[in-house]
C-alpha cells in the first residue's frame, strides 16, 4: 500500500483504480481470516493454546473479553500490522454477528488503506521533491564548475600578461635569459627525452 501511494503520486495509477482493488483486497482478506476462525476456529483455538499454554478458563476470559470490547479490538488490531488475522480468527471461532464485524471491518479497512496510501503518496511527493532538488544541484554544480572554469582560465591569462609585461620584457630588455622560461624549456627537453 505504501508502494502504490508512491507510484500513485509518480502518476502510474488512478485514484479510484487504486482504492478500489486495495480496500477489496484487504476486506476481504479479513473475511477469509473471520471464515477461517469461524468454521475451524475451535480447533485452532484448541491447538494454539496448547502451544501456548492457554487454559479454558483463559480461553472464556478471552471470549467473554471479546464480546465487551469486539469493535475497538477489531478495529485497532485492523489498522496494526499483523494482528488482525488473529483478531478476525477469534471474532469467527466466537461467531460474532457478522454484519457488524462487516462494518467494523469495512470502516478499519478505509482507515488503514488510506493512512498507507497517504503516507506512500508523501513519499512519493518528497522523492519528486528530491528530483527537483538534484536537478537543481546537478545544474548549479554544473554551472559553478565551469565558472570555475572560466575564472581559472581569466587568472592565468591574466598571470601570463602580467608576467610577460613585468618579467619577460624586463629581462629581454636587460639582455638576461629568463629563469622561468630556461625552467619550462628544461621541462619540455625533459619530457622530450623520455619519449
Do not use: P
Request: net charge positive.
Amino acid at each position: 500500500m505504501l508502494l502504490a501511494g508512491v507510484l500513485y503520486k509518480l502518476g502510474y495509477f488512478n485514484f479510484w483504480g487504486l482504492m478500489a482493488v486495495l480496500v477489496s483486497g484487504y476486506f476481504l482478506n479479513g473475511i477469509f481470516w473471520y471464515l477461517l476462525g469461524k468454521f475451524g476456529g475451535q480447533r485452532i483455538l484448541e491447538n494454539w493454546g496448547k502451544r501456548l499454554h492457554m487454559t479454558k478458563n483463559i480461553v472464556e476470559k478471552l471470549e467473554e473479553y471479546f464480546k465487551e470490547h469486539s469493535v475497538k479490538t477489531l478495529f485497532i488490531t485492523r489498522i496494526t500490522w499483523g494482528f488482525g488475522m488473529f483478531a478476525f480468527m477469534i471474532a469467527g471461532s466466537f461467531k460474532m454477528n457478522f454484519k457488524k464485524f462487516l462494518t467494523v471491518s469495512l470502516i478499519a479497512t478505509l482507515v488503514w488503506v488510506l493512512c498507507l496510501v497517504g503516507i506512500g503518496y508523501v513519499f512519493g511527493a518528497s522523492y519528486k521533491a528530491l528530483s527537483i532538488v538534484t536537478k537543481g544541484i546537478k545544474l548549479g554544480l554544473t554551472i559553478t564548475i565551469f565558472s570555475l572554469i572560466i575564472l581559472i582560465s581569466i587568472l592565468i591569462v591574466l598571470w601570463l600578461r602580467w608576467f610577460a609585461k613585468t618579467k619577460f620584457i624586463k629581462d629581454l630588455s636587460e639582455h638576461k635569459e629568463s629563469q622561468f622560461l630556461r625552467w619550462l624549456g628544461e621541462k619540455i627537453s625533459s619530457l622530450g627525452k623520455k619519449d
